[in-house]
Structure formats: structure tokens, C-alpha cells
């Protein structure tokens, strides 16, 4: 005996619990979708994965109240984006098998989608930051710290978390720029960098100036606090006619040396250095340049040395 076929869904009946096929073609997507960046190659296996094994979770969408027969997607926006591959490979309207929410409100859309993609890790921060920025406005609490417990309930993550994610969103977009996933990863300001930048001054260019340096610089979060804390004269050190605190002083030393000499290790265990010039076309040049580099870094190191253990007898 035949399985019944399924009737695809041409118009706006709900689907009363259970999934029910829907023409690609008659699915819009969530414009206030918190959700922004989408890594292409996931997407690319993901539409693989349809077509070979099926939709294996259906997607969410509710009644377009404006348009008869069209649907708009509230959860599970990275599988009608692989669907998009496969209409644009096959040159077919493919079908989304699709739960019908019955519910027809902004604010209940918008909080089924964050819910949907707060805890999947390829969740970009920026986006992530956002998401929470948007649910602390909406939220109904009387003062800052009740909208941020509003919101951690809701996201079931801690206060810290979310006040740490609201000061990202207020990061200028020169900045967030820099966090795009797509940079080679040296050319990335990380999360944790980004969260004490804008924690450290509300100045746009002064965030712009420490990121930059940031990662020009290869600073771990470690350098950056102490960056942060020498470019905006906060703890008495740095900048500004202020005096310089010796014990912070000491700690920046340290976390030259101590970066460095991780630095230098990983440098000297980790790359063949025949190899990184067999490639260059100015190979000679370019190892007498970065010879006389080393030359004068190791001439530094030395004067350090001296001063280090010209008090105290060292060895």
C-alpha cells in the first residue's frame, strides 16, 4: 500500500503541531533574525547533507498576516539557507518540511529565534552582543541591573556574561570590524580584548587606536589590560604627567618577559627557518634584513640583562 503523500502547504492553515511541507519559494525570512554571520562552508555541508540524507529538523516559521499563503521563518535560519544552495544547484523550488506557529507577535519572534541560537557555538559574538542588546531594551525591569537579570534569565547565562556583551555592542563599527570571522585569525581582535577595550573608555577612537594596536602587536589579554592601562592613565600609569606606580611597572616588565620568551620558544621549536625564505624572491635580502633586526633585539636583551644583574651579584 502507497505511504499518503503530504500535502504541501499553499496557504496560511496552521500546522497544529506537526510538520507539514512548504515550497521554499513561500518562506521569507525573519528580518530582525538576531543571527547575522553564517560560516559559507557549513553552509555548504549542511545543503549536502539534505540531499543526501533529508531535512532531519524542521524549521519554524508563523503566518504572514499581510501576505496570503507566504510564511515568515522564525527558527532555523541556517537550514533555509542550505535549502537556498540546493534550489540554486538543482534550479528547483525544493520543500521545507516546517513546525506553523500560531502565534503572530514581533517581540515572541524575536525571542524563539535568539533562544534558538544563544547556545550554538559558531554563534559569532557580535551577534551574539546584539541579540542581548535588544532584549535589554525591550526588557520591562525598572532599572539597568533588573533589565540585565531579565535578560541572563531569559538566556539562562550569568550577569556578568550579559553586562560583558552589552559593553561589546557598544563597540564603533571601526572596531567590530575588526572581529569579523572571516579575517585571518592574527588580523582578529578577540572577544575577551574587545569586552576590556570597551570597558576601558567610551573615547570611538581611542578603542579604534588600542584595538589596532592590539593586534598589530600580537598582544595576549594579559598585554592588552596593561596596553589599555598605559594608553588611558587609569591606576596612576602611563600617560599625562602621572606618576608611574613602580609595582606596575614591575608587572609590565614581566609580561614583556614572560611573552617573549613564549614567543621566542614557539617561534624557534615550531618553524623551519630555511623554509619561511625558499619561497621569497628576495630571500637574501630579506635574511640580512631580519638578521639586523635580531642583532639589534638581541643587543637590547643584553643591556637588560646587564642592568638586571648589576644589582644583586647575578650569575
Same mark, same amino acid.
Given at each position: ?16 503541531? /506537526? ?21 559559507? /562552508? ?16 524542521? !524549521? =519554524? ?18 537550514? #533555509? ?8 544547484r538543482t534550479g528547483t523550488d525544493p520543500i521545507v518540511n516546517c513546525f506553523i506557529d500560531t502565534v503572530n507577535d514581533e517581540r515572541h519572534h ?8 544563544? *547556545?550554538?557555538?559558531? &554563534?559569532?559574538? &557580535? ?15 525598572? =532599572? ?43 588580523? *582578529? #581582535?578577540?572577544?575577551?580584548?574587545? !569586552?576590556?577595550?570597551?570597558? =576601558? ?8 587606536? &588600542?584595538? *589596532? ?17 598605559v594608553k588611558t592613565g587609569k591606576s596612576g600609569y602611563g600617560i599625562g604627567g602621572r606618576m608611574r606606580k613602580p609595582a606596575d611597572d614591575y ?30 624572491? *628576495? ?13 639589534? #633585539?638581541?643587543?637590547? #636583551?643584553?643591556? &637588560? ?11
Amino acid at each position: 500500500m502507497a505511504k499518503p503523500s503530504l500535502q504541501i502547504v499553499e496557504n496560511e492553515e496552521p500546522g497544529l503541531g /506537526k510538520p507539514l511541507p512548504v515550497k521554499l519559494s513561500r518562506i521569507e525570512r525573519y528580518a530582525e533574525q538576531p543571527r547575522r554571520y553564517f560560516d559559507p /562552508k557549513s553552509l555548504e555541508e549542511l545543503a549536502d547533507d539534505i540531499q543526501i540524507d533529508g531535512q532531519r529538523t524542521p !524549521v =519554524s516559521v508563523c503566518r504572514n498576516s499581510a501576505k496570503g499563503g507566504v510564511f515568515i521563518l522564525i527558527g532555523g535560519e541556517r537550514r #533555509l539557507r542550505a535549502f537556498g544552495i540546493i534550489r540554486d544547484r538543482t534550479g528547483t523550488d525544493p520543500i521545507v518540511n516546517c513546525f506553523i506557529d500560531t502565534v503572530n507577535d514581533e517581540r515572541h519572534h524575536f525571542r524563539k529565534a535568539f533562544l534558538d541560537n544563544i *547556545q550554538r557555538e559558531d &554563534l559569532i559574538p &557580535l551577534d551574539e552582543a546584539a541579540a542581548y542588546r535588544r532584549l535589554f531594551n525591550e526588557s520591562t525591569g525598572e =532599572s539597568h541591573h533588573a533589565k540585565v537579570v531579565e535578560v541572563a534569565r531569559l538566556s539562562k547565562k550569568s550577569t556578568s556574561h550579559v553586562e560583558n556583551y552589552l559593553e561589546l555592542d557598544t563597540l564603533p563599527d571601526s572596531v567590530k570590524k575588526l572581529m569579523n570571522p572571516e579575517l585571518p585569525k592574527d588580523e *582578529q #581582535l578577540s572577544r575577551t580584548s574587545a !569586552v576590556d577595550i570597551a570597558r =576601558s573608555t567610551n573615547d570611538p577612537a581611542l578603542r579604534l587606536a &588600542l584595538a *589596532q594596536e592590539a593586534i598589530e602587536r600580537g598582544l595576549d589579554l594579559a598585554e592588552v589590560r596593561m596596553l589599555i592601562s598605559v594608553k588611558t592613565g587609569k591606576s596612576g600609569y602611563g600617560i599625562g604627567g602621572r606618576m608611574r606606580k613602580p609595582a606596575d611597572d614591575y608587572k609590565a616588565f614581566k609580561i614583556f618577559l614572560g611573552g617573549a620568551l613564549n614567543r621566542a620558544r614557539r617561534i624557534r621549536q615550531g618553524i623551519d627557518i630555511n623554509g619561511l625564505y625558499a619561497n621569497r624572491d *628576495q630571500d637574501l635580502e630579506d635574511r640580512k634584513r631580519d638578521a639586523r633586526i635580531i642583532r639589534e #633585539l638581541v643587543s637590547h #636583551l643584553n643591556d &637588560l640583562l646587564k642592568d638586571v644583574e648589576s644589582e644583586g651579584g647575578g650569575s
